[in-house]
């Protein structure tokens, strides 16, 4: 079916090449949620998220606690978030979203992949603006009436509903994140995973050797460490 379709059907999880790479990174966003939001996860709608993702991963309970408690400690490690913008081969826009604690590591990494591969590093807002960030829940759809479930939490957020395979899948504008996520706890409906993302306004439709092109740039950068996102605007149907 090409390589864009096994791509697509892959990636999820598939940037984090291996278990400890995958805890680490999802470490990474525990740290970032518990400093924006305080480690109560009751109250920290970002925080839920990430254990979340901890849960899909299969990382230990324990390793989820221990993460929390070290991102409260006086040591804990300060990781900044920095969003880096620019363009893949055959003009394919990317955001890649980072947490590091080294800026200077990072920025030559995401340079030097940008470059080795075709690509090209932005400034700040070259890209952005093609995207929409969005909230977005997977639901196993077993059992769910889509008329109602929308009717039911569209006061609550609610964006757009669609059927993907086995799952619901509820889209919410970046803002209304907690309030949607909240309303699914309030009704016990357990996500699947749930995630903030970047939606492309428009796609661009690349022949099989050109999506090659930008597929390898896209694996290099999530190969890197700091990296937790990348985002493009390629077709990917």
Same mark, same amino acid.
Request: proline share 3%.
């Given at each position: 079916? #090409?390589?864009?379709? &096994?791509?697509?059907?892959?990636?999820?999880?598939?940037?984090?090449? *291996?278990?400890?790479?995958?805890?680490?990174?999802? #470490?990474?966003?525990?740290?970032?949620?518990?400093?924006?939001?305080?480690?109560?996860?009751?109250?920290?709608?970002?925080?839920?998220?990430?254990?979340? *993702?901890?849960?899909?991963?299969?990382?230990?309970?324990?390793? $989820? &606690?221990?993460?929390?408690?070290?991102?409260?400690?006086?040591?804990?490690?300060?990781?900044?978030? !920095? /969003?880096?913008?620019?363009?893949?081969?055959?003009? !394919?826009?990317?955001? $890649?979203?980072?947490?590091?604690? *080294?800026?200077?590591?990072?920025?030559? *990494?995401?340079?030097?992949?940008?470059?080795?591969?075709?690509?090209?590093?932005?400034?700040?807002?070259?890209?952005?603006?093609?995207?929409?960030?969005? #909230? $977005?829940?997977?639901?196993?759809?077993?059992?769910?009436?889509?008329?109602?479930?929308?009717?039911?939490?569209?006061?609550?957020?609610?964006?757009?509903?669609?059927? &993907?395979?086995?799952?619901? /899948?509820?889209?919410?504008?970046?803002?209304?994140?907690?309030?949607?996520?909240?309303?699914?706890?309030?009704?016990?409906?357990?996500? &699947?995973?749930?995630?903030?993302?970047?939606?492309p306004n428009h796609t661009k439709t690349l022949t099989d050797e050109q999506v090659e092109d930008v597929i390898t740039l896209i694996e290099k950068m999530e190969d890197d460490e700091d990296?937790?996102?990348?985002?493009?605007?390629?077709?990917m149907n």
């Amino acid at each position: 079916m #090409g390589r864009a379709f &096994e791509y697509r059907k892959e990636r999820k999880f598939k940037r984090w090449a *291996n278990m400890a790479k995958t805890f680490t990174k999802i #470490g990474r966003e525990i740290a970032l949620a518990v400093r924006s939001g305080g480690p109560d996860p009751d109250y920290n709608p970002r925080l839920r998220m990430a254990v979340q *993702n901890a849960r899909t991963a299969n990382m230990p309970k324990a390793n $989820v &606690e221990s993460a929390i408690k070290r991102a409260t400690s006086k040591d804990a490690e300060n990781y900044d978030e !920095v /969003v880096y913008e620019g363009y893949a081969p055959h003009g !394919v826009a990317l955001v $890649v979203e980072t947490a590091t604690n *080294n800026l200077n590591r990072t920025v030559a *990494n995401i340079r030097h992949i940008f470059s080795k591969y075709g690509g090209s590093l932005g400034t700040s807002g070259s890209v952005d603006y093609m995207f929409d960030r969005k #909230g $977005v829940f997977k639901i196993p759809k077993e059992g769910v009436d889509l008329e109602e479930l929308e009717l039911d939490l569209i006061d609550h957020g609610l964006d757009d509903i669609r059927e &993907e395979d086995e799952f619901v /899948v509820l889209y919410a504008n970046f803002a209304d994140f907690g309030s949607l996520q909240k309303a699914l706890e309030d009704r016990q409906i357990e996500p &699947e995973s749930s995630e903030i993302v970047r939606i492309p306004n428009h796609t661009k439709t690349l022949t099989d050797e050109q999506v090659e092109d930008v597929i390898t740039l896209i694996e290099k950068m999530e190969d890197d460490e700091d990296v937790i996102n990348v985002f493009h605007n390629m077709d990917m149907n």
